[in-house]
């Protein structure tokens, strides 16, 4: 069974920084894309950012790019986001997803917010 | 950026019914269009990828139809368990993008 658990979520202050973290299992990781979509309270869903399998080739939105990176470490199946300077409108629920195009696993996510 | 349109905002229909979902692109997507269910405290879960490609599990009462920039996502025989939020996405280029959904209410 495909699991997808996210964590590192929580309250961060604006300027501050958070790493959030996605273990992946029932699957073979290394093989597939990944991605973070972010939901903020009451909204819509956002694409934040995509790594490749191989974790070379990285994308990000324009809000995000320049604070946040995305990572993987394929040999411990996971997916990272660490995020810096963290403003007001990064507060949402952070879902990690796997993709071959279309996002067909996702996580239950992880909450961040930011506030002073 | 593709901006992904969802039309109507809100729809209300009653079980056993049929529910017609509309999504427009400002630009070709060609085939590259996904729909997903969201149910509230839930993770979203894809429904439909290439337009009319019904993902594993998805029962048939659940259909995707169009290409270019016009989708549409039909689900017949309502259930109460189809009563939620759904979105499509293309990822034809980057950044890849939403619409901004559709809630499917009862009416």
């Known amino acids: 069974e495909v699991q997808l658990v996210e964590s590192g979520g929580g309250l961060a202050q604006p300027g501050g920084s958070l790493r959030l973290s996605c273990a992946a299992s029932?699957?073979?990781?290394?093989?597939?894309?990944m991605n973070w979509v972010r939901q903020a309270p009451g909204k819509g869903l956002e694409w934040v950012s995509y790594?490749?399998?191989?974790?070379?080739?990285?994308y990000y939105r324009d809000s995000v790019r320049g604070r946040f990176t995305i990572s993987r470490d394929n040999a411990k199946n996971s997916l990272y986001l660490q995020m810096n300077s963290l403003r007001a409108e990064d507060t949402a629920v952070y879902y990690c997803?796997?993709?071959?195009?279309?996002?067909?696993?996702w996580g239950q996510g992880t909450l961040v917010t930011v506030s002073s | 950026e593709i901006v992904m349109t969802q039309s109507p905002a809100t729809l209300s229909v009653s079980p056993g019914e049929r529910a017609t979902l509309s999504c427009r692109a400002s630009?070709?997507?060609?085939?590259?269009l996904a729909w997903y269910q969201q149910k509230p405290g839930q993770a979203p879960r894809l429904l439909i990828y290439?337009?009319?490609t019904r993902a594993t599990g998805i029962p048939a009462r659940f259909s995707g139809s169009g290409s270019e920039t016009e989708f549409t996502l039909t689900i017949s025989n309502l259930q109460s368990a189809d009563f939620a939020v759904y979105y499509c996405?293309?990822?034809?280029?980057?950044?890849?993008?939403f619409g901004q959904g559709t809630k499917l209410e009862i009416k």
């Open positions: 997803a796997r993709s071959w195009q279309k996002y067909d696993y």
């Open positions: 029932g699957f073979s990781f290394s093989t597939y894309e």
């Open positions: 790594i490749a399998s191989d974790g070379i080739t990285v």
């Open positions: 630009q070709t997507v060609s085939s590259n």
């Open positions: 290439a337009a009319s």
């Open positions: 996405q293309q990822y034809y280029n980057w950044p890849r993008t």
